[in-house]
């Protein structure tokens, strides 16, 4: 996808762009009722000298030693999803559609949601550093 493509698909999608040098770093804000705040979401994007633009969707994350709730990493792997569909210009299932009501829709993304739960801080750790865990849910 060129580039040009690509920014326009991204920002129509509420994306913003917050940098850009050889890579495009875009960010997305994710609202959490839980806690009344807004989390970044970052994802960069590379374009190479002939013009492809690639997204890497496996590096989209918030930024480092922020606590994130998990409702909010659900909605930024919705999110992701859709775009990775976007970019992949998969013709199927919409979002909604797709939805069933787990946390991944397949194995990659379970191996990834697993990835970033193993580093997610337990409550007795986060109220040793005086932050407020997620909520019981």
């Not at 493509?5 to 890579?23: A, N, S």
């Not at 989390?39 to 000298?49: A, F, G």
Request: hydrophobic share 35%.
């Amino acid at each position: 996808m060129d580039k040009s493509t690509l920014h326009r698909q991204l920002t129509d999608l509420g994306l913003e762009r917050v940098e850009y040098t050889e890579k495009a770093v875009y960010q997305f804000n994710i609202y959490s009722e839980a806690t009344a705040a807004s989390y970044p979401l970052t994802l960069t994007t590379l374009t190479s000298e002939h013009g492809n633009t690639t997204v890497h969707f496996h590096e989209a994350d918030f930024p480092e030693n922020t606590f994130v709730p998990l409702e909010v990493r659900r909605a930024a792997l919705d999110k992701l999803i859709e775009l990775e569909r976007l970019c992949n210009g998969s013709s199927g299932k919409s979002l909604e559609e797709a939805n069933n009501g787990s946390m991944a829709q397949d194995l990659d993304e379970m191996k990834k949601l697993g990835n970033e739960m193993k580093h997610m801080k337990t409550n007795s750790e986060l109220l040793e550093k005086n932050l407020i865990p997620d909520p019981i849910q």
